[in-house]
C-alpha cells in the first residue's frame, strides 16, 4: 500500500511539473519576450546626420552653420540630410521606442514591429535563444540590425546602422522595460 502511494505521488508530481514547463508561463522564453516593451533612443549629435554628409570632423564647423551651408542634400533631392523615418528632422532629443514581440515555433522565432518615434516597422527574421533576440527592421534604404539581452523586466538593446547607409555601421545603445 505504501508502495502504491509513493508511486502514484510520484506520478502525480511528474504530471504537475509537465503542465508547468508545457504552460506558457513555465517557458522562459515566451514569458520573457512576448509583449509590449518600452524607452527611448537618443541618437548622436547631429554632425554627421543622414545620407546628405559626412560624419563632423575636427575642424568643421558646429552643426546650425554646416547644415545651413550644406543645404539640402540627401537622396531624395532636399530631404535636409534626415534619414528617412525615425527621426523627426526638428527633434533632435530622445525619440520613444515601442517594441511589440510575439514568439513562435517554440518560442525560437520573434514576430511583431518595432515603433521609434512616428515610424513603425515590422520586425524581420526575429531569432530568440534564451535571453538573447536579434532581428531585423527598416525599409529598403536602411535595414537596421538589432539585438538585445533580456533581465527580468528589461531589456539591453543595440540597434547598429547599415554599414555603407547613414552613420556608417554606428551602432547605439538603449533600455527597453516592459510596460
Not at 508511486?7 to 508547468?20: E, G, N, P, Q
Not at 533612443?41 to 563632423?56: E, N, V
Not at 536579434?134 to 540597434?159: C, N, V
Request: glycine share 18%; charged share 20%.
Amino acid at each position: 500500500m505504501k508502495t502504491r502511494n509513493t508511486r502514484l505521488m510520484i506520478t502525480a508530481a511528474c504530471v504537475v511539473a509537465a503542465l508547468i514547463a508545457l504552460s506558457p508561463s513555465g517557458r522562459s522564453a515566451s514569458k520573457g519576450f512576448n509583449g509590449k516593451w518600452k524607452g527611448e533612443i537618443q541618437f548622436p549629435t547631429p554632425g554627421g546626420r543622414g545620407r546628405g554628409g559626412a560624419p563632423q570632423t575636427q575642424g568643421q564647423q558646429p552643426f546650425p552653420q554646416q547644415f545651413v551651408q550644406r543645404g539640402g542634400g540627401g537622396s531624395r533631392g532636399g530631404d535636409g540630410g534626415f534619414p528617412l523615418g525615425g527621426v523627426n528632422p526638428g527633434n533632435f532629443g530622445p525619440q520613444k521606442v515601442a517594441l511589440n514581440i510575439k514568439t513562435k515555433d517554440d518560442d525560437t522565432k520573434a514576430v511583431g514591429n518595432i515603433t521609434i518615434g512616428e515610424t513603425t516597422d515590422d520586425i524581420k527574421e526575429g531569432t530568440i535563444q534564451g535571453d538573447m533576440i536579434t532581428f531585423k527592421a527598416g525599409t529598403s534604404s536602411a535595414i537596421y540590425q538589432y539585438s538585445g539581452t533580456r533581465d527580468g523586466d528589461q531589456i539591453m538593446m543595440t540597434r547598429t546602422s547599415p554599414a555603407s547607409g547613414e552613420r556608417g555601421g554606428q551602432s547605439i545603445q538603449f533600455v527597453l522595460k516592459r510596460s
